[in-house]
Protein backbone atom coordinates (compact mmCIF):
# COMPACT_ATOMS: atom_id res chain seq x y z
CA UNK A 1 0.00 0.00 0.00
CA UNK A 2 1.72 3.42 -1.13
CA UNK A 3 0.58 6.59 0.71
CA UNK A 4 0.21 8.26 -2.95
CA UNK A 5 -1.67 5.29 -4.47
CA UNK A 6 -4.12 4.08 -2.55
CA UNK A 7 -3.64 5.00 1.36
CA UNK A 8 -4.22 8.71 0.56
CA UNK A 9 -7.94 8.38 -0.57
CA UNK A 10 -8.42 6.09 2.53
CA UNK A 11 -7.18 8.93 4.53
CA UNK A 12 -9.10 11.65 3.17
CA UNK A 13 -12.11 9.99 3.33
CA UNK A 14 -11.69 8.75 6.96
CA UNK A 15 -10.74 12.12 8.38
CA UNK A 16 -13.67 13.76 6.58
CA UNK A 17 -16.20 10.40 7.74
CA UNK A 18 -15.02 11.11 11.74
CA UNK A 19 -15.43 14.96 11.13
CA UNK A 20 -18.65 14.16 10.01
CA UNK A 21 -19.39 12.13 12.94
CA UNK A 22 -18.02 14.70 15.32
CA UNK A 23 -20.46 17.43 13.60
CA UNK A 24 -23.70 15.23 13.64
CA UNK A 25 -23.85 16.89 16.73
CA UNK A 26 -24.43 20.51 15.96
CA UNK A 27 -27.31 20.98 14.32
CA UNK A 28 -25.86 24.21 11.86
CA UNK A 29 -22.92 21.82 10.35
CA UNK A 30 -24.32 19.81 7.22
CA UNK A 31 -22.06 16.92 8.71
CA UNK A 32 -23.80 14.39 6.16
CA UNK A 33 -22.47 16.78 2.83
CA UNK A 34 -18.94 16.39 4.77
CA UNK A 35 -19.12 12.90 4.44
CA UNK A 36 -20.03 12.90 0.91
CA UNK A 37 -17.66 15.51 0.29
CA UNK A 38 -15.29 13.08 1.55
CA UNK A 39 -16.04 10.25 -0.51
CA UNK A 40 -16.03 12.54 -3.66
CA UNK A 41 -12.68 13.59 -3.12
CA UNK A 42 -11.31 10.26 -2.19
CA UNK A 43 -12.80 8.90 -5.50
CA UNK A 44 -10.73 11.66 -7.51
CA UNK A 45 -7.46 11.09 -5.75
CA UNK A 46 -8.29 7.93 -6.65
CA UNK A 47 -7.99 8.55 -9.93
CA UNK A 48 -11.74 8.62 -11.35
CA UNK A 49 -12.57 5.54 -12.74
CA UNK A 50 -16.65 5.55 -13.79
CA UNK A 51 -17.03 1.61 -14.04
CA UNK A 52 -15.84 0.96 -10.29
CA UNK A 53 -16.56 4.72 -8.75
CA UNK A 54 -20.04 5.56 -10.13
CA UNK A 55 -21.51 3.17 -8.19
CA UNK A 56 -20.20 4.47 -4.89
CA UNK A 57 -20.68 8.17 -5.62
CA UNK A 58 -24.54 7.34 -6.78
CA UNK A 59 -25.51 5.65 -3.58
CA UNK A 60 -23.59 8.29 -1.27
CA UNK A 61 -25.19 10.75 -2.63
CA UNK A 62 -28.84 8.41 -2.27
CA UNK A 63 -27.92 8.33 0.87
CA UNK A 64 -27.13 11.82 1.23
CA UNK A 65 -30.53 12.76 0.60
CA UNK A 66 -32.36 9.93 2.79
CA UNK A 67 -30.06 11.38 5.69
CA UNK A 68 -31.44 14.65 4.98
CA UNK A 69 -34.78 13.71 4.86
CA UNK A 70 -34.75 11.74 7.82
CA UNK A 71 -33.45 14.35 10.12
CA UNK A 72 -36.04 17.28 8.64
CA UNK A 73 -38.67 14.59 9.11
CA UNK A 74 -38.08 13.50 12.87
CA UNK A 75 -37.48 16.88 13.72
CA UNK A 76 -40.69 18.15 12.54
CA UNK A 77 -42.48 14.83 13.87
CA UNK A 78 -41.47 15.57 16.85
CA UNK A 79 -42.41 19.62 16.87
CA UNK A 80 -45.68 18.46 15.12
CA UNK A 81 -46.45 15.39 17.44
CA UNK A 82 -46.21 18.12 20.87
CA UNK A 83 -47.95 20.78 18.75
CA UNK A 84 -45.54 23.00 17.94
CA UNK A 85 -45.36 25.61 15.20
CA UNK A 86 -42.77 26.44 12.37
CA UNK A 87 -41.73 29.48 14.52
CA UNK A 88 -40.77 26.47 17.50
CA UNK A 89 -38.31 24.76 14.36
CA UNK A 90 -36.83 27.95 14.04
CA UNK A 91 -36.17 29.03 17.36
CA UNK A 92 -35.04 25.15 18.05
CA UNK A 93 -32.47 25.52 15.39
CA UNK A 94 -31.52 29.33 16.54
CA UNK A 95 -31.11 27.70 19.91
CA UNK A 96 -28.66 25.25 18.74
CA UNK A 97 -26.61 27.53 16.78
CA UNK A 98 -26.80 29.96 20.23
CA UNK A 99 -25.96 26.80 22.01
CA UNK A 100 -22.86 26.19 20.49
CA UNK A 101 -21.02 28.98 22.29
CA UNK A 102 -19.00 26.59 24.96
CA UNK A 103 -20.32 29.75 27.56
CA UNK A 104 -23.62 27.81 27.90
CA UNK A 105 -23.46 24.67 29.92
CA UNK A 106 -25.20 21.86 27.80
CA UNK A 107 -25.87 24.39 24.85
CA UNK A 108 -26.39 21.78 22.41
CA UNK A 109 -29.53 20.31 23.91
CA UNK A 110 -30.57 23.48 26.14
CA UNK A 111 -30.43 25.76 23.25
CA UNK A 112 -32.89 24.45 20.86
CA UNK A 113 -35.26 23.71 24.09
CA UNK A 114 -35.55 26.90 25.41
CA UNK A 115 -35.27 28.72 21.22
CA UNK A 116 -38.41 26.70 20.47
CA UNK A 117 -40.06 27.61 23.81
CA UNK A 118 -39.04 31.54 23.33
CA UNK A 119 -40.50 31.13 20.07
CA UNK A 120 -43.96 29.21 20.95
CA UNK A 121 -44.07 31.73 24.03
CA UNK A 122 -43.23 35.07 22.50
CA UNK A 123 -43.96 34.62 18.71
CA UNK A 124 -46.85 32.48 18.40
CA UNK A 125 -48.03 34.20 21.74
CA UNK A 126 -48.91 30.56 23.19
CA UNK A 127 -49.84 29.85 26.85
CA UNK A 128 -46.81 28.96 29.46
CA UNK A 129 -48.28 24.79 29.29
CA UNK A 130 -48.49 24.57 25.39
CA UNK A 131 -44.77 26.25 24.95
CA UNK A 132 -43.49 23.54 27.07
CA UNK A 133 -45.35 20.93 25.07
CA UNK A 134 -44.08 21.92 22.38
CA UNK A 135 -40.21 22.90 22.68
CA UNK A 136 -40.28 19.18 24.48
CA UNK A 137 -41.83 17.84 21.34
CA UNK A 138 -38.90 20.15 18.99
CA UNK A 139 -36.36 18.68 21.29
CA UNK A 140 -37.46 14.92 21.27
CA UNK A 141 -37.28 15.55 17.43
CA UNK A 142 -34.12 17.03 16.34
CA UNK A 143 -32.39 14.06 19.03
CA UNK A 144 -34.48 11.40 17.24
CA UNK A 145 -32.97 12.92 13.76
CA UNK A 146 -29.86 13.39 15.51
CA UNK A 147 -29.41 9.92 16.49
CA UNK A 148 -30.81 8.53 13.15
CA UNK A 149 -28.34 10.50 11.15
CA UNK A 150 -25.60 9.30 13.49
CA UNK A 151 -26.40 5.59 12.95
CA UNK A 152 -26.74 6.05 9.22
CA UNK A 153 -23.32 8.22 8.92
CA UNK A 154 -21.93 5.04 10.98
CA UNK A 155 -23.19 2.82 8.17
CA UNK A 156 -22.24 4.91 5.04
CA UNK A 157 -18.84 5.62 6.84
CA UNK A 158 -18.79 1.98 7.08
CA UNK A 159 -18.81 1.31 3.08
CA UNK A 160 -16.57 4.02 2.22
CA UNK A 161 -13.91 2.77 4.51
CA UNK A 162 -14.43 -0.82 3.27
CA UNK A 163 -14.57 0.60 -0.43
CA UNK A 164 -11.76 3.24 -0.23
CA UNK A 165 -9.45 0.17 1.76
CA UNK A 166 -10.56 -1.97 -1.09
CA UNK A 167 -8.79 0.06 -3.47
CA UNK A 168 -5.48 0.31 -1.42
Known amino acids: ?????????????LVAWV???ICTFFPAVPATLLILIGAVVATLLDGY?????LPVIITFSVVTALIMV???????????????????MWGAVVGGIVGLFPLIPFGL??????GAFLAELLLVRRPL????????GTLV???SGMAAKFVL???IGAYGLYHFWQLS
Open 1 to 13: MTFAGGLLPFLVF
Open 19 to 21: LGL
Open 49 to 53: QPAQD
Open 70 to 88: VDNAAASWGSRKFGGSKQA
Open 109 to 114: ILGPLL
Open 129 to 136: DESLKSAW
Open 141 to 143: GML
Open 153 to 155: HLL
